[in-house]
Nanobody
Framework: QVQLVESGGGLVQAGGSLRLSCAAS????????MNWYRQAPGKQRELVAR???????NYADSVKGRFTISGDNAKTTMYLQMNSLKPEDTAVYYC??????????WGQGTQVTVSS
């Protein structure tokens, strides 16, 4: 089973920026979507950003204009550039890749904490 590993989380002041990275331990074929999810304490996991194999992107309304997702299918890497961070962005962020075959790969999560 290919593993996904996130990095780049940390503590930042409101208004600051962070860049999350996600790398796979091996090649993943037939990628459908590369996704970033987040889960705040006491809340359900939510989809933050998605990039399709064709390069189309979608964002949660709460992060539009502040976050940018990018990815490289061939290298099976993905990134989330987060600007103008707010305290409500505090959460554990997870990368996820789903394939046309229906398989899903998850990372272990990285903590992002935004102080006011």
């Amino acid at each position: 089973q290919v593993q996904l590993v996130e990095s780049g989380g940390g503590l930042v002041q409101a208004g600051g920026s962070l860049r999350l990275s996600c790398a796979a331990s091996g090649r993943i074929l037939s990628i459908n979507h590369m996704n970033w999810y987040r889960q705040a304490p006491g809340k359900q996991r939510e989809l933050v950003a998605r990039i399709t194999s064709g390069g189309s992107t979608n964002y949660a309304d709460s992060v539009k204009g502040r976050f940018t997702i990018s990815g490289d299918n061939a290298k099976t890497t993905m990134y989330l550039q987060m600007n103008s961070l707010k305290p409500e962005d505090t959460a554990v962020y997870y990368c996820n890749i789903d394939t046309h075959w229906g398989t899903k790969h998850w990372g272990q999560g990285t903590q992002v904490t935004v102080s006011s």
